[in-house]
C-alpha cells in the first residue's frame, strides 16, 4: 500500500461507484451520499477508470467530481460548512480517499472539523449538505474517457 | 397497487394461495404464535428473519372485511431492503433499520392514495442508513433523466426528510418531515403539485 499523498490536487477528478438507482439522468440522487465519509477513488492512482470491473454488480456506473466543484458558502443554522478531501489508501485500493464534511475552520476553531469531519445535528441540515454534494458530482453513461 | 379480493372465510393461507400471492405460506397458528412476541412488545433482540417474516404477513393481520390481499410491488422492495446487511454498498452502509421501514411503509401507503403521484416510486436504501423514496415527474431531459426529482429520505432513527428539487435550477428544497399520516400526507400532496408543475 503506497503512502498518504496529500494535499488532493483541487483538480484532480474523483471517481465514485454508483448504481442505477442512484441517478436520474446524469446527477446523482442524494441517498448515495454518505456525509460522513464519501468513498471515492483518485484519477492520479487509478490506472483505468474506464476499463475497471464493476466495484461491484449493482455499482457498475461512474460519477465524477473534483474539490474545485465542491460547494462553498454552506451555512446552516448560522453555522459554516465545508467538504474537503482526506487521502486514504487500502491494502487493496491504492486510489482510495474520501470527501467529508464539517464546520469550517474559524478564530475559535482554526482546524474547523478537519480531518476527521462531523456532521451538523439535524435531519434536515444532513440531508442540505448531501444534496449539495451530490449536485456537483456527474455521471457518466459510460465510463469516462481519461 | 395491484388487488385481490378473496373470501373471507377462507382460511388465510388458502386465501393467500389464491390470490396468486409469491410469498411463502405457513399455517396460521404459526403466524399467530410469532406475532404474540410482536405484540407482547418483545421486538427487542427478534431476528431478522422474524422481523421479515412479521413485515411480510402483518397485511394479513391487519386486513379488514372483506378479505383483501395485496400485492404491491414497492411493499416487496421494502422487504428486500429489510433483507440488507451492513455494508450492502462495499464500504460501511448500515442496513436499513426496522424503524426506517416502518416510516417508509406509512409514506407508500399514503403515497398510493395519494392521487397525484403517477408512476412506481423508487424505494432504495440509503448509504448512511435508512431508506430513500423517490418519485420523479416533467418531460425527458437529454440526458435521459427528468427535471423534477422528490421524494422522502428516512434514516434508520426513523426520522424523515421531504425533498425537492428541479434540476434545471440550483439547490435544493429539504425540510424536516413529521412521522404522522397527516403530515406525510401532506408532504406528499406538496410532491404532486411540484412535479405536475414540471
Redesign the interface.
Known amino acids: 500500500m503506497r503512502d498518504r499523498d496529500e494535499p488532493i490536487p483541487s483538480s484532480e477528478t474523483l471517481y465514485r461507484?454508483i448504481s442505477v438507482?442512484?441517478?436520474?439522468?446524469?446527477?446523482v440522487?442524494?441517498?448515495?451520499?454518505?456525509?460522513?465519509?464519501t468513498?471515492v477513488n483518485r484519477d492520479k492512482y487509478w490506472d483505468d477508470p474506464a476499463g475497471s470491473p464493476p466495484?461491484?454488480k449493482e455499482?457498475n456506473g461512474l460519477a465524477t467530481t473534483c474539490e474545485d466543484r465542491f460547494p462553498t458558502d454552506v451555512v446552516l443554522n448560522e453555522v459554516g460548512y465545508e467538504f474537503f478531501t482526506f487521502d486514504l489508501p487500502e491494502n487493496d485500493n491504492d486510489a482510495h480517499a474520501e470527501i467529508r464534511s464539517g464546520r469550517k475552520p474559524t478564530k475559535d476553531r482554526p482546524g474547523g472539523d478537519r480531518p476527521d469531519g462531523k456532521k451538523p445535528g439535524?435531519?434536515?441540515a444532513?440531508?442540505?449538505l448531501?444534496?449539495?454534494l451530490a449536485?456537483v458530482m456527474t455521471v457518466h453513461?459510460a465510463r469516462p474517457p481519461r | 397497487m395491484n388487488t385481490y379480493e378473496v373470501p373471507s372465510r377462507v382460511p388465510r393461507a388458502q386465501r393467500a394461495e389464491a390470490a396468486g400471492h409469491p410469498l411463502p405460506i405457513l399455517p396460521d397458528y404459526a403466524m399467530r404464535s410469532r406475532f404474540t412476541s410482536f405484540d407482547a412488545g418483545a421486538v427487542r433482540g427478534v431476528s431478522r428473519e422474524s422481523a421479515l417474516f412479521e413485515l411480510i404477513y402483518d397485511a394479513y393481520r391487519n386486513s379488514a372485511v372483506p378479505q383483501v390481499v395485496e400485492h404491491d410491488p414497492a411493499y416487496e422492495q421494502l422487504v428486500r431492503l429489510l433483507l440488507l446487511e451492513d455494508g450492502w454498498?462495499?464500504?460501511?452502509?448500515p442496513s436499513p433499520s426496522r424503524a426506517s421501514v416502518d416510516v417508509a411503509r406509512v409514506v407508500l401507503q399514503e403515497a398510493a392514495r395519494c392521487e397525484g403521484l403517477s408512476g412506481p416510486p423508487?424505494i432504495?436504501?440509503?448509504?448512511?442508513g435508512?431508506v430513500?423514496i423517490?418519485f420523479?415527474g416533467g418531460d425527458p431531459?437529454p440526458?435521459?433523466?427528468?427535471p423534477r426529482?422528490a421524494g422522502v429520505?428516512i434514516?434508520n432513527d426513523g426520522?424523515?426528510?421531504l425533498?425537492m428539487?428541479d434540476?434545471r435550477d440550483?439547490?435544493?428544497k429539504?425540510?424536516?418531515l413529521q412521522n404522522d399520516s397527516a403530515t406525510v400526507k401532506a408532504a406528499l400532496g406538496r410532491i404532486a403539485k411540484f412535479l405536475s408543475e414540471g
Open positions: 461507484w438507482g442512484d441517478v436520474n439522468g446524469d446527477e440522487l442524494p441517498h448515495a451520499i454518505d456525509l460522513a465519509r468513498s466495484f461491484t455499482k439535524s435531519a434536515a444532513k440531508a442540505t448531501r444534496t449539495k449536485e453513461p | 454498498d462495499g464500504h460501511t452502509a423508487r432504495t436504501a440509503d448509504v448512511e435508512g430513500a423517490y420523479f431531459l440526458d435521459g433523466g427528468v426529482q429520505l434514516n426520522e424523515g426528510v425533498y428539487r434540476r440550483a439547490g435544493s429539504v425540510e424536516e
